[in-house]
């Protein structure tokens, strides 16, 4: 019911939209926004299709959940320590060379998966976590840098961002989940089969960035090292309260988000109910759509603006995962193993799917948000520091998983973006204040910066 009514209301959005929701564009825009949607579509298919299939493929390796914990925690933090350095060298070497490492680190990765060996699943972890790195800032640094060069207008960018998010974090989710399914549970190929079609689609998205894309670089200058580099991202954030605040907001975010990701399970199935995960992942990403179709529409008006609308989107999506821990209190748990989804599981799922179009909103909005505020030499460096505390954060949870009960995890969560929503407030307070005002300015007690 849930899946159908969602349908519905994301079919009626895409149809319903008129001039006013419409962007006029150009053809060479047309073509190079295409372009860039079948090569984004086809690396996040290769993404997309291995998620499901990770934890289920170690487990039938023989592994526990342990180990699979360290393999996990394994590929957030090499995200952190390896992918930092990788995705801050696309601004100096090269945006399309980094896109294209992507697809060479993500294919190696997809390849390991066929020994069963620790120390080589190991190593895969460690490339899956390079590439993901990469697929978070590479595409997107090359991207704004190649839309300001060949001169578009600067609304545009957020119809790429938001048909970006509704295609790759939305439909092409859904369809890499049926087709991982055909592949492994109707086809019988076994565990590995969707790993090597996810290298075949990176593969051929490799093709298309070789023949048709043209590099960009943020910072060419050749006198710059790796720590030049690091300090100079480190000193745009720490002088510039607008870029703090995006990160933080973007930290606590994404950091609910990924946590989110280990919990749904587990709450929507506490004694062990049998709950369709593929259909109901399928859902999650249907909302997810509904929330971009609803971005691109904000988005393509003049107000409200993205810093005022995403504070009231922050505290739907706090006040969505406090479900878990209200129907805890209010409805009484089932004591019967097994069975379907219970009665508390159904209105936690609607809570869920609420949380999952806020994601839809979320990504589009601070994609449009970092174009603006991200100075563009260090753009790369600046996103890969986004992603650190968020990093820690995801291995901290994942280490602790079992050491908390279901409840205080979301009630952290929905602290988290509580905060967000106040941060994204103070965000739209300063948004109008001139880029880069030294924050020695603004605190007369603080030290120079170039002491």
């Known amino acids: 019911?849930?899946?159908?009514?969602?349908?519905?209301?994301?079919?009626?959005?895409?149809?319903?939209k008129n001039s006013k929701d419409r962007i006029n564009t150009s053809p060479a825009f047309n073509s190079f926004k295409n372009n860039y949607l079948v090569v984004y579509s086809l690396m996040m298919a290769g993404d997309w299709l291995q998620g499901p299939y990770v934890y289920y493929l170690y487990s039938t390796y023989g592994f526990g959940k342990g180990d699979i914990g360290q393999l996990f925690i394994a590929g957030f933090g090499s995200s952190m320590l390896f992918g930092t350095i990788v995705g801050s060298l696309a601004d100096k070497q090269g945006r399309k060379?980094?896109?294209?490492?992507?697809?060479?680190?993500?294919?190696?990765?997809?390849?390991?998966?066929?020994?069963?060996?620790?120390?080589?699943?190991?190593?895969?972890?460690?490339?899956?976590?390079?590439?993901?790195?990469?697929?978070?800032?590479?595409?997107?640094?090359?991207?704004?840098?190649?839309?300001?060069?060949?001169?578009?207008?600067?609304?545009?960018?957020?119809?790429?961002?938001?048909k970006a998010i509704f295609l790759g974090n939305g439909l092409i989710a859904i369809l890499s989940g049926l087709f991982g399914n055909l592949l492994v549970d109707s086809l019988s190929l076994g565990p590995v089969a969707p790993f090597d079609a996810a290298a075949?689609?990176?593969?051929?998205?490799?093709?298309?960035?070789?023949?048709?894309?043209?590099?960009?670089?943020?910072?060419?200058?050749?006198?710059?090292?790796?720590?030049?580099?690091?300090?100079?991202?480190?000193?745009?954030?720490?002088?510039?309260?607008?870029?703090?605040?995006?990160?933080?907001?973007?930290?606590?975010f994404e950091g609910s988000m990924y946590t989110f990701v280990?919990?749904?399970?587990?709450?929507?199935?506490?004694?062990?109910?049998?709950?369709?995960?593929?259909f109901i992942f399928a859902t999650f990403m249907l909302a997810s759509m509904l929330g971009s179709s609803l971005a691109s529409r904000l988005m393509a008006r003049s107000a409200p603006r993205v810093e005022s609308y995403m504070q009231i989107v922050f505290v739907i999506s706090s006040a969505s995962l406090l479900l878990p821990i209200i129907t805890n209190f209010l409805v009484a748990p089932s004591k019967v193993k097994g069975g379907s989804i219970s009665f508390a599981g159904c209105l936690q799922l609607l809570g869920f799917c609420t949380f999952e179009a806020c994601v839809g909103i979320f990504w589009p909005s601070i994609m449009k948000m970092r174009s603006q505020y991200i100075p563009e030499e260090a753009r790369s460096t600046?996103?890969?520091?986004?992603?650190?505390?968020?990093?820690?954060?995801?291995?901290?949870?994942?280490?602790?998983?079992?050491?908390?009960?279901?409840?205080?995890?979301?009630?952290?969560?929905?602290?988290?973006?509580?905060?967000?929503?106040?941060?994204q407030r103070r965000l739209m307070a300063i948004s109008d204040k001139p880029k880069m005002e030294s924050w020695t300015a603004m605190d007369p007690e603080a030290e120079p910066l170039n002491d």
């Open 382 to 423: 600046i996103m890969n520091f986004f992603r650190i505390p968020l990093n820690i954060f995801v291995c901290i949870v994942l280490y602790n998983v079992d050491a908390f009960p279901i409840t205080i995890m979301f009630g952290m969560c929905s602290i988290f973006l509580f905060v967000a929503s106040i941060l």
């Open 97 to 162: 060379r980094a896109c294209i490492t992507y697809c060479i680190t993500y294919i190696l990765s997809c390849i390991t998966k066929h020994s069963p060996e620790y120390r080589i699943l190991m190593i895969g972890r460690v490339l899956g976590g390079i590439a993901t790195s990469l697929l978070f800032s590479a595409f997107e640094s090359w991207l704004v840098a190649e839309h300001n060069k060949r001169g578009f207008e600067q609304q545009w960018l957020s119809l790429t961002f938001s």
């Open 262 to 278: 280990f919990l749904w399970t587990p709450a929507l199935s506490p004694n062990d109910e049998e709950i369709p995960h593929g």
């Open 200 to 252: 075949c689609f990176l593969a051929i998205g490799m093709a298309i960035i070789f023949s048709s894309w043209t590099e960009n670089f943020g910072d060419p200058s050749e006198n710059k090292d790796l720590l030049t580099q690091f300090r100079g991202a480190a000193i745009a954030i720490a002088s510039d309260e607008k870029i703090a605040l995006l990160g933080a907001i973007q930290s606590l």
């Open 1 to 16: 019911m849930v899946f159908g009514a969602l349908s519905a209301v994301v079919a009626a959005l895409e149809l319903s």
